[in-house]
């Protein structure tokens, strides 16, 4: 007679469980870039997800001097400190990420049209 080996416990929702209360789960690994539609041509890019080790009003400094755009730090209820810049910097901002060594190409996720 053949025995069943697989008899293991399996929680398939295991890694949906190891975020905190501060950030939705599955967030925690990845840098997401959004670009948010405002009026007209009008539009703001936001950076959420960057590390604490790293300050993000520095971040916005040189951003603003590097992209030639105005850009500040917000403290948004579900995600955190996010960082938002006008018009679309989604290419510039992955570009500065992965040169500088803060990310790898892999943990970004970029969002929008």
């Known amino acids: 007679?053949?025995?069943?080996q697989n008899l293991q416990s399996f929680d398939p929702f295991a890694d949906a469980l190891k975020?905190?209360?501060l950030l939705p789960?599955?967030?925690e690994d990845y840098i997401h870039i959004r670009i948010q539609q405002r009026n007209g041509r009008?539009?703001?890019t936001t950076v959420q997800g960057i590390a604490d080790e790293y300050d993000k009003k520095k971040l916005v400094k040189?951003?603003?001097k590097q992209f030639a755009c105005n850009g500040t730090v917000i403290e948004h209820p579900e995600y955190g400190e996010v960082i938002q810049l006008q018009g679309d910097?989604?290419?510039n901002i992955c570009k500065f990420l992965i040169e500088v060594g803060i990310v790898k190409e892999e943990q970004l996720k970029v969002h929008g049209f």
């Not at 007679?1 to 069943?4: I, V």
């Open 1 to 4: 007679m053949s025995t069943c």
């Open 19 to 21: 975020g905190d209360d």
């Open 25 to 27: 789960s599955g967030t």
């Open 42 to 44: 009008k539009t703001l």
């Open 62 to 64: 040189h951003f603003k």
């Open 89 to 91: 910097q989604r290419k």
